[in-house]
C-alpha cells in the first residue's frame, strides 16, 4: 500500500531564505508526483506535476526534483517572501491508472516572517 | 470558466440528519473525486467516478453514498450524519486516464461541514 509521508510538519523561517520540503513515498511504482499549495481556508491549486520519466520541473521561484528509485520528492522554494506562506502537500498517482486516484501526505505548513 | 465549484461552503448538522453537497465543474472532465481533510490525516479520498453513470469507493467510503447523473456533478451524500464525519469535504476533477502521467487534479474550494 503506498504511503506518502512530509517531514517537517511545519516550518518558520525569516523572508529571503531558501528551503527545502521533503516527501518521501513507500512505493517506487507511480505516474507522476504532484505538489499543491493550500492557502487557509480554501481549496488545494496545483504547483509543480513530475511525471515518472522526470527528475525535475521547476517554475518561477520552484522547484520540484524527484528521485523514485530512492522514493523521494523535494519543492525548493528560493527566496522565500511572506506570501509564499501555506500549507504545502505532496501526492503520487500510482497504478492502476485508470483511477486518477491521488495518494497524499499530511502536509508541511510554512510560516515566511517578514 | 468557474472551474470547480461546490455547495454549500459550510453547514451544521445534528447527529442522525441527511444532507448532501454538490460538486460541479464546466472544464468538461471525466473524472470527478471526493475527499475529506482532517487535522494531522492529510486528504482521504471518499468516493470517485471516472465517468457519467459511474461511481467506485475510494480509502473511506463507510458512510456516504454518492451520485454521478450528469457529466459537470458529482453528489456527495450524507444519510445519518455522525460526529465523526465533521470534516472539511473537497471535491476534485481531471482528465482521463490515458493522460495518466500528466493530468492534475482541480480543487473546489471546499465545504466546511460540522455534525454536531
Known amino acids: 500500500k503506498q504511503e506518502v509521508t512530509q517531514i517537517p510538519a511545519a516550518l518558520s523561517v525569516p523572508e529571503g531564505e531558501n528551503l527545502v520540503l521533503n516527501c518521501s513515498f513507500t512505493?517506487?511504482?507511480?505516474?507522476?508526483l504532484q505538489w499543491f499549495r493550500q492557502d487557509p481556508g480554501k481549496g488545494l491549486t496545483s504547483l509543480l506535476l513530475?511525471?515518472?520519466?522526470?527528475r525535475e520541473q521547476t517554475s518561477g521561484r520552484l522547484n520540484a526534483s524527484l528521485d523514485k528509485s530512492s522514493g523521494r520528492s523535494t519543492l525548493y522554494i528560493a527566496a522565500s517572501q511572506p506570501g509564499d506562506s501555506a500549507t504545502y502537500l505532496c501526492a503520487v498517482k500510482s497504478p492502476p491508472s485508470n483511477t486518477g486516484k491521488l495518494i497524499f501526505g499530511q502536509g508541511t505548513t510554512l510560516q515566511v516572517k517578514p | 470558466n468557474a472551474g470547480v465549484t461546490q455547495t454549500p461552503k459550510f453547514r451544521v448538522l445534528k447527529t442522525g440528519q441527511s444532507m448532501t453537497l454538490l460538486c460541479a465543474q464546466d472544464?468538461?472532465?471525466?473524472?470527478m473525486y471526493w475527499y475529506r481533510q482532517d487535522p494531522g490525516m492529510g486528504l482521504r479520498l471518499i468516493h470517485y467516478s471516472v465517468g457519467e453513470g459511474t461511481t467506485a469507493k475510494g480509502e473511506v467510503p463507510d458512510g456516504y453514498n454518492v451520485s454521478r447523473l450528469k457529466k459537470q456533478n458529482f453528489l456527495l451524500g450524507l444519510e445519518s450524519a455522525a460526529p465523526s464525519q465533521t470534516s472539511v469535504y473537497f471535491c476534485a476533477s481531471s482528465y482521463n486516464h490515458e493522460r495518466g502521467a500528466t493530468d492534475t487534479q482541480y480543487f473546489g474550494p471546499g465545504t466546511r461541514l460540522t455534525v454536531l
Open positions: 512505493d517506487s511504482a507511480i505516474y507522476n
Open positions: 472544464m468538461n472532465h471525466e473524472y
Open positions: 513530475i511525471q515518472s520519466s522526470q
